[in-house]
């Protein structure tokens, strides 16, 4: 949506809401025909329309800062979530990051992975009404996931060619980002339940060496040109987050074999 118009941003919007023109203007108060001209480009809604736009039609973070037009930098609700991700506890700040961002952007979920020695495996996931589901469906722990990055059996799945040419992947079909880790049919079964229409990894690089990666999920078709500059951003202080956390890890470990040395 980067290089859209303003009209073309309310038009696809109001699509996506399943709204008629007519029936957008009879929700905002406007005169018949405004939305027709909003969306040609024939006339500029003013501020206090687009804040009735955001309401109506449901937009979340991202959506709002594209349709007004601000600089990701100037949104401070990421850079206050950012803030509260510098827990030195590897576990409670995974745990903390994705759950916060889901709800920060209005996501479905999202997945962090970590990658060390040669592998992929699932750590954390967002903790919502459908964790419990998705951990039953699963019926086996969730860090039980791995896919090794040399695997054949996980060729075609697209998380692992994100890690590989690292670089972020738009997935819509969860099949895609399961391929070698579970059944078709348990990730039929669990894009069901979840609800899962867009989905976006994002390998989290640092030092040129990917560290993690982040798989974030929406219940609507999107392609997440929007907000994929402050994605990517986030997911960079993660790993910066990610690496403090394991060398207090270490830190605490070597203390711990110093006292008990004694």
């Known amino acids: 949506m980067a290089d859209q118009t303003l009209g073309q941003k309310i038009k696809n919007f109001r699509k996506r809401a399943g709204m008629s023109q007519l029936e957008l203007e009879a929700a905002i108060g406007a005169s018949p025909g405004s939305i ?16 009735k736009l955001v309401e109506i039609l449901g937009l979340n973070i991202y959506d709002t800062v594209s349709i007004f037009d601000l600089r990701t930098d100037e949104f401070p609700k990421l850079v206050n979530l950012a803030r509260k991700l510098n827990n030195l506890e590897l576990e409670i700040l995974l745990q903390k990051t994705v759950n916060e961002i889901t709800n920060a ?7 962090i992975f970590l990658v ?25 722990p969730y860090e039980s996931l791995k896919m090794s990055l040399c695997d054949p059996k996980t060729k075609d799945n697209l998380i692992m060619k994100s890690i590989l ?15 070698g880790v579970i059944t078709d049919r348990l990730a039929r079964i669990l894009q069901r339940v979840v609800g899962l229409k867009s989905s976006i990894n994002i390998p989290v690089i640092l030092n040129n060496h990917v560290i993690a990666s982040i798989f974030f999920s929406k219940n609507y078709i999107d392609d997440f040109t929007a907000e994929l500059p402050v994605l990517k951003a986030f997911c960079e202080h993660v790993g910066q987050s990610i690496i403090n956390a394991r060398k207090y890890e270490d830190l605490k470990k070597k203390l711990e074999e110093y006292y008990n040395a004694k």
């Open 36 to 51: 027709s001209r909003m969306e040609s480009g024939k006339v500029n809604p003013s501020k206090e329309t687009l804040v």
């Open 105 to 111: 952007l209005s996501l479905t979920a999202a997945t």
């Open 165 to 179: 040419i690292k670089e972020p992947i738009v997935i819509h079909n969860f099949l895609d980002a399961s391929h």
């Open 116 to 140: 060390e020695n040669g592998e992929v495996y699932a750590k954390t996931f967002t903790q919502s009404t459908y964790t419990q589901v998705v951990f039953k469906l699963l019926n086996r």
